[in-house]
Each structure stands twice: as C-alpha cells, then as structure tokens.
C-alpha cells in the first residue's frame, strides 16, 4: 500500500466532511470520535460535492436529493444514489491521517452475501423499469444476488431519470438521448440479468407466474410489480385530437417538444407541481413561449403547503409571465389539431398546444387479483408484500405508515420502496424473519425558475405553521406542526438541515437540528 499524508487528525473537525487531493484523487475524510473515514468526494447520483453535505448518526447525506451513504462502510443506504462510494484504506500514525488513494474499494452491501448459495437457483421478476424497479434490480445486485433476475417493461429506454424530463430536458439544457440511465450496466453485465420488452396482460398469483401480450408466461419465484402510475387523459369531448399531450417516458418528452417548437401558445391543465415545472422549464427555454395554466383553484400547492406559500409559488409564476386561469376544463375545440381550450364557464381559451398534468392512475385490469383502494391503489402490508411471494412498490401502491394508509407519488419514495422491497425479497428466500418494515420519511425537492424547495415528512393537516423568514428570502422554513408535533419542514436555503432532518426523522428522535435553528431565528 502507497500511504499518503492526508494532514493532522486533530484538524479534522468532529462530524465534518474535509474534501482532499492527494496523488489527483479526490477524496472525502470523515472524522468520527477517535476514528478517520476515507470515501470519493461525489455524489454517484449527480456528482454532488459531499463535503457540502452533513453527517448524523453515522451517515453521510448529500446536500442536493439526499442521497445516504454509511460513513463506515460508504454503503448506500437511502436514494436516490443507487450505489454506494469507493473506500480508501486509512491509518493513523503519530496523530497524522495516511490515506492510500491507489486501492480504492467498491463499496457494496454485505447484509445479504449469505443468501448466495442459498437464491442462486430462484427467479426474481420486476415488471416496470421506472424509479422504483430499477431500484430494486440495482438493490440484488448490490446484495450479490446470484439468481436470476426478468424485469419486464413495455418501453425499451428504461431505466432512465424521469425527473430530468420535466426540468433539464424541457428547458432545452439536455436532449432526450442524454437522459441518464438508473442502472449501471457493468452491474447488469456480471448479473443474470434478462431484459423483456414486453407488456405484462395478466397476473397468476396461484400459478406464480405473468402472462405477456404476445403470448409468453413467465414463472417467479418472487415477483415485484413496479408499473408505476398511467397519466390521466380525462374523457372530454376533443380530447384525442393532435397537439394533446401528456408527460411520462421519453417518447412522451419528445413528441411534446416537437410541436413546442411550432408554436408559441401552450396550455396545460392542472397545477400540480409536474405541471408548474414544466411551465418553468418551457418558460427557461425560451421566453418568447406563452404558458397558461388552468386549474380549478386559485393557489398551487395550497393543499400541501398553506395559502401564503402556495401564493408564493404562484406570484413566481407570474413573475416570468405564467399565466393563471382559474376555472374547470369541459373539452377542446379544432378540426384535426386542438385549437381551444373550453371552460365550463364557457370561455374559450385559445391556444396551438395542450399538456394534461391531471394526475395519474393504475392499470386495474392487471391489478385486479390484489385487494384495491377505491382509486384503484395495490394495498401492501409494512413489507410491501401484496400477495404471497408478491410485492408492489411506488406510485400503484397505498402502505401503511404511522398508524395510517398513505399513497405519495415522489421519485425517492419510490426509489425506497424498490430498496426496501428488494432486501424484503432476499431475505425471504432465506430469513422470513428479518424481513423490514417500510417506515422511511417522505422527501421530495421541486426546482422552478432555478429556486429549490425542500420537503422533508408528510402534513396532511395541521394545527400552525411557525416560519422564519419569508419565502421570497434566500433562507426559509416552515415548520408544520400536528398536537404540538413537528411532522413535516419545507425549507429553502437550509441544505445541510434538510440532510440532518431526513435522519433524524428517520429514526425517530429530537429534531435537534431544527431546534437550533429556530432557537438562532
């Protein structure tokens, strides 16, 4: 080994990630008590500098989407990273901090190695290749699952990052082909890893297998159904003429922007936070384009955040020339392509493009062997099992959490129940008994107009908000309280509170972090 000075240890502040270059390799010490951590500076996900991170608890959080990782060991332990960092050997000697930054070590979870010889011999299958399966298939491999492994999906670019779809790629900063893929394939290539791509037209969970449209089955040993939601097109007269669109894969991205480019007048329907970053982002391509958009209810998000936030975001909006119309759409108008878009006021809003952002369901047909919440939502238990040798993850699914059922459509979420369903999988093809329950934090970011919200926990109500600053600040939180308890935060500006937050949430203790800086305000 080829140890290198890394500098002193005691000038290594306690809990605080020191970024360092030795020999044109960019590492990242973590001094915990007496002991010294050495890992890659960067976040896998998006290259994040990781000292701009916080650590609590023993973990590392990324500052930008959260990504967790062991300090210890550099595992990954929370997305939307799927892989963990690279370790650096470390010794201390004579109070000086040696790091060999020629032997780096692939980080990988050691938890299930013991399964090896005892799986290597059973089928897993995921069908759907969004964030949630490609998660799952990227959390076996990291486990060293030796079996194998179907995932079945009708489109043949997954998996990919979505989320890029409505930010980077509709404001014109990336073309659909750069799009980054989940997965990576060297795993995939040392992994017996078979691609379909195919669409699933029934379950038999009985017979433990799928059945394809072209006539194929497939048995499983375990199956893991990750379809995700299917965008609402409403049945509205005209709704199927040209120039209607909805917004979920690729193909979808593309054909959108090709008529973008032919028009100047764009509408979209609903004002979820899908539909209000697109409008950012077609705003940030190009300020010549005219976006309106139209919902029933005046202020955005004022369900989720309260009406002086969701204004906030309105008056963004509005800022750089997004048009609001408030009123409930009942058609649209135009011979072949749409021309107008009618209310039921009866106002007719011109324009040469539309965008549903009208939420999304599930495929019921498929789904109809599993007990289904009214909206046609899979019920899982805590394991986010559905069935026997059956589990179902993401957008489709209501779980239980906090004594409650809970349905959330976020990119991490979804990306945590693939984790969480996949170790479940291990570990009953094994230990039934140490399978986990699923009880991780909601958190999601929405970026507009280059201005980032964070939220971290899940306020379905709630008694006060007690803010510091004001949303137009640099800096701001709003802390949502329920009988006296903290349940959720959203904040802008406080990257390493968010970070700490998510961890401390997640296991159950005082918001320490949040305390200090309320106290501060």
Same mark, same amino acid.
């Given at each position: ?23 044109? %390799? ?12 050495? &890992? ?11 000292? *701009? ?5 023993? =973990? ?29 050997? @470390? ?16 980080? +990988?979870? =050691?938890?299930?190695?013991? #399964? ?69 394939? *060297? ?6 890893? %078979? ?9 038999? +969970? ?48 593309? &054909? ?58 309105? *008056? ?34 011109? %324009? ?20 289904? %919440? ?22 489709? +699914? &209501? ?89 959720? @935060? ?7 509170? +968010? ?18 800086? #309320?106290?501060?305000?």
């Amino acid at each position: 080994m080829s140890f290198i000075s890394a500098g002193p240890a005691d000038r290594l502040e306690n809990l605080k990630p020191k970024r360092v270059t030795l020999n044109d %390799t960019e590492i990242l010490l973590i001094r915990d008590g007496e002991n010294v951590y050495a &890992s890659s500076a960067d976040c896998p996900h998006k290259g994040a500098p990781l000292e *701009d991170g916080a650590v609590c608890r023993g =973990k590392l959080v990324c500052p930008w989407h959260k990504g967790t990782f062991d300090i210890a060991s550099a595992d990954v332990c929370e997305p939307p990273a799927l892989t963990g960092l690279s370790r650096y050997a @470390v010794e201390i000697r004579d109070g000086e901090v040696l790091v060999d930054p020629e032997q780096a070590t692939d980080s +990988t979870d =050691k938890r299930q190695n013991r #399964l090896t010889a005892v799986n290597a011999h059973s089928h897993i299958v995921i069908v759907g290749a969004g964030a949630a399966g490609a998660a799952a298939l990227q959390s076996l491999v990291n486990n060293r699952y030796h079996g194998r492994i179907t995932v079945v999906d009708p489109e043949a670019d997954a998996p990919y990052d979505r989320t890029l779809l409505t930010k980077a790629v509709t404001a014109g900063d990336m073309e659909p082909d750069e799009v980054d893929p989940l997965v990576n394939q *060297d795993d995939m290539d040392i992994t017996e890893v %078979t691609r379909l791509v195919a669409k699933v037209s029934g379950i038999d +969970t009985a017979a433990h297998q799928i059945e394809l449209y072209d006539g194929q089955s497939l048995a499983y040993d375990r199956l893991l159904i990750a379809t995700g939601g299917i965008p609402v097109r409403p049945d509205l007269p005209g709704v199927n003429l040209l120039g209607i669109h909805t917004l979920r894969n690729i193909e979808h991205v593309e &054909s959108l922007l090709a008529d973008v480019e032919n028009t100047n007048n764009i509408t979209i329907v609903g004002n979820s936070f899908i539909s209000l970053e697109v409008a950012a982002s077609l705003k940030q391509r190009s300020d010549n384009i005219r976006v309106k958009v139209i919902a029933p209810d005046a202020v955005p998000f004022e369900k989720q955040f309260g009406t002086q936030i969701g204004q906030y975001f309105r *008056d963004l909006h509005e800022k750089h020339d997004v048009e609001f119309v408030e009123g409930t759409v009942s058609g649209f108008h135009g011979t072949e392509k749409v021309a107008a878009v009618k209310l039921e006021s009866g106002e007719m809003l011109e %324009t040469n493009l539309v965008l549903l952002a009208t939420g999304i369901t599930t495929d019921k047909d498929l789904l109809n062997s599993f007990t289904l %919440t009214h909206q046609g939502l899979v019920k899982v238990n805590e394991f986010l099992e559905a069935a026997e040798d059956v589990y179902a993850v993401g957008d489709i +699914t &209501s779980y239980p959490y906090n004594g409650e059922e809970m349905h959330i459509e976020h990119w991490r979420l979804a990306q945590q129940h693939g984790r969480c369903a996949a170790e479940n999988i291990l570990a009953s093809l094994a230990y039934p008994a140490e399978r986990k329950a699923f009880d991780r934090t909601p958190y999601f970011w929405t970026q507009q107009f280059d201005v980032k919200f964070e939220y971290v926990g899940h306020a379905k109500e709630w008694d006060e908000i007690e803010a510091v600053g004001t949303p137009e600040d640099e800096q701001y939180l709003a802390v949502f309280r329920k009988d006296g308890k903290e349940i959720a @935060v959203l904040a802008k500006g406080y990257p390493q509170l +968010t970070a700490k937050m998510v961890i401390e949430m997640d296991d159950h203790v005082a918001l320490s972090s949040l305390k200090a800086v #309320l106290e501060a305000a």
